[in-house]
């Protein structure tokens, strides 16, 4: 499958049914569905951050988070809602929910052309007047954010992937052998269905896309973090080892001792250094 530039925006509507320019005084958080370069319509809301101005357009160089959370999540999830909090704290952060994940269209190709979905969304934010976007992708999402910068050169001013794989089709845990099943068998991509509200491409990718290891190396001069768990169920520590090692000296490696996976395992001081980290980074 091939990846493109991100499609036109969509129109932008809030959450709660007050015109847009009524929030010129007020953080109220807009809700839209962004149109990828493939037609899929992508569920994505923009929150200004805890810093309140005067204008719908943001101070020249205000910090941007776009979140792009792990498979079978949405922008919805506490978790994920928990993670814009903390980021907002830094500067306006978009949610969304990745093709085929709640109330987005399409079906999920497992970190394929998800990559469109995230172009999309860090346009909006580009649009709505931030010219420094951070990524901040989580498991699924992280390999999202690592192939995005690789193929999108300049469009980031710094990438962070917490809990990523290094490598495609990986087995050896007890959790992404479930994964797998979820994915592969039409009995699981069922469960994915009308459990998960996932709702999964029949069949393999065809080409293979780029794995996130071989991406890294793409990614200079752009800043890049690697966040992950010594106790991470799902992948083990050899992937960020492999990611860090390709990124060589413009990444940096955080191997967090005691955390487990992803969005649920980031706890609030791990997200404020990621926060601290990127403010830092993003020029």
Not at 7 to 36: D, H, I, K, M, Y
Not at 135 to 148: C, N
Not at 243 to 252: F, I, K, R
Request: charged share 20%; proline share 7%.
């Amino acid at each position: 499958m091939s990846n493109g530039p991100a499609g036109p925006v969509g129109r932008s509507t809030p959450l709660r049914p007050q015109c847009e320019t009524a929030q010129t005084a007020s953080s109220a958080p807009l809700r839209t569905f962004l149109q990828t370069a493939d037609g899929v319509r992508v569920d994505a809301v923009y929150e200004r951050g805890h810093v309140v101005y005067d204008t719908l357009t943001p101070p020249a160089g205000r910090l941007a988070f776009v979140v792009a959370h792990g498979f079978t999540g949405t922008a919805d999830k506490p978790h994920v809602r928990r993670i814009a909090t903390a980021l907002g704290r830094y500067g306006a952060v978009v949610t969304f929910s990745f093709r085929g994940h709640g109330a987005s269209g399409g079906r999920s190709t497992v970190g394929d052309r998800e990559v469109l979905d995230l172009a999309a969304a860090v346009d909006w934010a580009r649009a709505r007047g931030h010219d420094r976007v951070v990524t901040v992708g989580f498991s699924m999402g992280g390999s999202v954010v690592l192939r995005h910068a690789a193929l999108h050169p300049g469009a980031t001013a710094a990438v962070v992937a917490v809990s990523a794989p290094a490598r495609w089709y990986y087995r050896g845990t007890a959790p992404m052998r479930r994964v797998h099943w979820l994915i592969t068998r039409p009995e699981g991509r069922l469960v994915g269905r009308y459990g998960l509200r996932t709702r999964i491409q029949n069949g393999g990718w065809d080409p293979v896309p780029l794995s996130p290891v071989e991406a890294v190396p793409l990614i200079a001069p752009t800043p890049l973090l690697i966040v992950h768990g010594d106790r991470d169920g799902y992948f083990p520590v050899d992937h960020p080892r492999m990611l860090a090692t390709a990124a060589g000296d413009h990444g940096e490696l955080w191997l967090e001792p005691g955390m487990g996976h992803a969005e649920h395992a980031a706890g609030d001081g791990l997200l404020a250094r990621i926060g601290d980290w990127a403010a830092g980074r993003a020029g």
